[in-house]
């Protein structure tokens, strides 16, 4: 609980500061020529991964919500020529257990039916950034493919494994420059993906999963 807070904080905090740059930019005549649109930055932020729960082939795993970081490397050189490297990391801890099984046949998995797994996440990834400035204000939407890495952490378990899925990434947000090349940056991603498998005693549900998670952070403009 006190990881979400922390996150969530950044996240508020970080949405109050653009909200307040928003509504000075509404009441603030727009510029008669823009900064040019050209740059490459770099940024972090935290957020909070809100993870869905699958169940299918007999299987039910349950995750559990948990902070993480991103990194972002960022090459803008119009409006609609844009892209980005990210990498983020966070724990993902899941529990499996039997799903719509008889426990007279369930085999295995019935000798110990709830198996809690510690697990680390990270994801790499490549994207297209559209956007457009306005004064300070630079808000963007992103789309992209990458990969997630799955592997356990610390586990009791010798019947696990490290999974890689293909995911796909979703979102938006916006920058608000502080200084020439400061700001703060508000965003959420939406990360769809098949649920790792990483216990093999289980068989895999083959159900899409996701990772919703608003974020907040900083970045710095060359």
């Known amino acids: 609980m006190k990881c979400s807070r922390v996150a969530f904080l950044s996240f508020v905090f970080a949405v109050a500061g ?16 823009q900064a040019p649109l050209t740059h490459f930055d770099l940024g972090g932020s935290v957020y909070e991964a809100f993870t869905g729960n699958t169940a299918g082939n007999g299987t039910s795993q349950t995750a559990t919500n948990e ?11 119009s409006r609609f ?5 990210t990498f983020s990391y966070n724990p993902a801890n899941d529990t ?15 000798a110990n039916p709830t198996r809690p797994l510690k697990s680390k996440v990270s994801q790499f990834g490549l994207e297209w950034v559209p956007s457009f400035t306005y004064g300070k204000l630079r808000p963007f939407g992103v789309a992209g493919f990458g990969f997630l890495i799955t592997f356990p952490s610390n586990s009791v378990y010798l019947d696990v494994n490290t999974v890689i899925r293909p995911v796909y990434v979703f979102g938006g947000g916006v920058d608000y420059s502080l ?10 991603r939406y990360n769809l993906f098949k649920a790792p498998n990483i216990e093999t005693l289980y068989t ?5 999963t996701h990772y919703s998670e608003p974020m907040g952070g900083v970045f710095y403009r060359f």
């Not at 902070?67 to 050189?77: N, Q, T």
């Open 67 to 77: 902070m993480g970081g991103m990194f972002e490397a960022r090459y803008l050189r």
């Open 96 to 110: 499996f257990t039997p799903n719509g099984t008889s426990y007279a046949t369930c085999g295995l998995e019935c």
């Open 204 to 208: 895999a549900t083959g159900v899409f």
């Open 18 to 33: 653009v909200s307040v740059a928003f509504a000075q930019a509404a009441n603030t005549p727009a510029p008669s020529a």
């Open 81 to 85: 020529l844009g892209v980005g490297f």
């Open 179 to 188: 200084t020439p090349h400061f700001g703060v940056r508000a965003q959420y």
